[in-house]
């Protein structure tokens, strides 16, 4: 189980939102919305352990995320607004080493498999500075085919894909739910995700 208690944010001396809390169980789908500035993005990466709170605590199982790192990074992607890539260097590259900074080495054949589920592979040697933002987009996204943790953490996963991408990115997500996994997801599109369970936790600025 994966559960926050009593959350509050500050920016600078403006509080972003307070008394926040849930539980996420395996298969459940949790979507965080709001109006922009109201604090989601903070949210997030408090979850990941980015971000302390003002108050209140994250647990993986029954232990503080803060307290046992160890246990909870290695069962957490997460995915942020950014990319996260380096212009310098190729899709398949980018992709190869994110996965190795997440403690999973992935052949460049894998690594072009996850591409071709997402549909950039023709992408896969070209330097990412020469590619669109729906393009970067997918390259990023591409470490949700080769991860093996059960909890991710997306912000805004949808945005900048074209139709198709979309439906392909859902099915992934309704897969990894199905096998047990949890998905947390900010987004502003309507997209349909299959869960087990679906939550909604709504932030105002």
């Given at each position: 189980?994966?559960?926050?208690?009593?959350?509050?944010?500050?920016?600078?001396?403006?509080?972003?939102?307070?008394?926040?809390?849930?539980?996420?169980?395996?298969?459940?789908?949790?979507?965080?919305?709001?109006?922009?500035?109201?604090?989601?993005?903070?949210?997030?990466?408090?979850?990941?352990?980015?971000?302390?709170?003002?108050?209140?605590?994250?647990?993986?199982?029954?232990?503080?995320?803060?307290?046992?790192?160890?246990?909870?990074?290695?069962?957490?992607?997460?995915?942020?607004?950014?990319?996260?890539?380096?212009?310098?260097?190729?899709?398949?590259?980018?992709?190869?080493?994110?996965?190795?900074?997440?403690?999973?080495?992935?052949?460049?054949?894998?690594?072009?498999?996850?591409?071709?589920?997402?549909?950039?592979?023709?992408?896969?040697?070209?330097?990412?500075?020469?590619?669109?933002?729906?393009?970067?987009?997918?390259?990023?996204?591409?470490?949700?085919?080769?991860?093996?943790?059960?909890?991710?953490?997306?912000?805004?996963?949808?945005?900048?894909?074209?139709?198709?991408?979309?439906?392909?990115?859902?099915?992934?997500?309704?897969?990894?739910?199905?096998?047990g996994g949890?998905?947390?997801?900010t987004t502003?599109?309507?997209?349909?995700?299959?869960?087990?369970?679906?939550?909604?936790?709504?932030?105002?600025?």
């Amino acid at each position: 189980m994966f559960m926050a208690q009593d959350l509050a944010c500050l920016r600078g001396d403006r509080l972003l939102f307070k008394n926040v809390g849930f539980e996420l169980k395996a298969g459940g789908l949790l979507y965080v919305l709001g109006e922009n500035g109201c604090g989601k993005s903070s949210l997030l990466r408090m979850l990941c352990g980015l971000l302390m709170p003002e108050q209140g605590a994250v647990f993986w199982g029954n232990k503080k995320i803060k307290e046992d790192a160890e246990s909870y990074l290695p069962n957490l992607t997460y995915i942020g607004h950014l990319n996260g890539l380096k212009d310098d260097l190729t899709a398949l590259e980018n992709l190869q080493i994110s996965a190795r900074l997440a403690g999973n080495d992935v052949s460049s054949k894998q690594a072009l498999a996850a591409l071709t589920a997402i549909g950039i592979a023709r992408c896969a040697n070209l330097p990412v500075r020469v590619l669109s933002q729906g393009q970067k987009r997918r390259v990023a996204l591409a470490m949700l085919w080769l991860t093996q943790s059960q909890l991710w953490i997306l912000d805004e996963p949808f945005a900048a894909l074209d139709v198709a991408s979309t439906e392909v990115l859902a099915s992934r997500l309704g897969e990894h739910m199905s096998n047990g996994g949890m998905t947390i997801i900010t987004t502003h599109q309507d997209v349909s995700i299959s869960a087990l369970t679906t939550q909604t936790l709504r932030l105002s600025a």
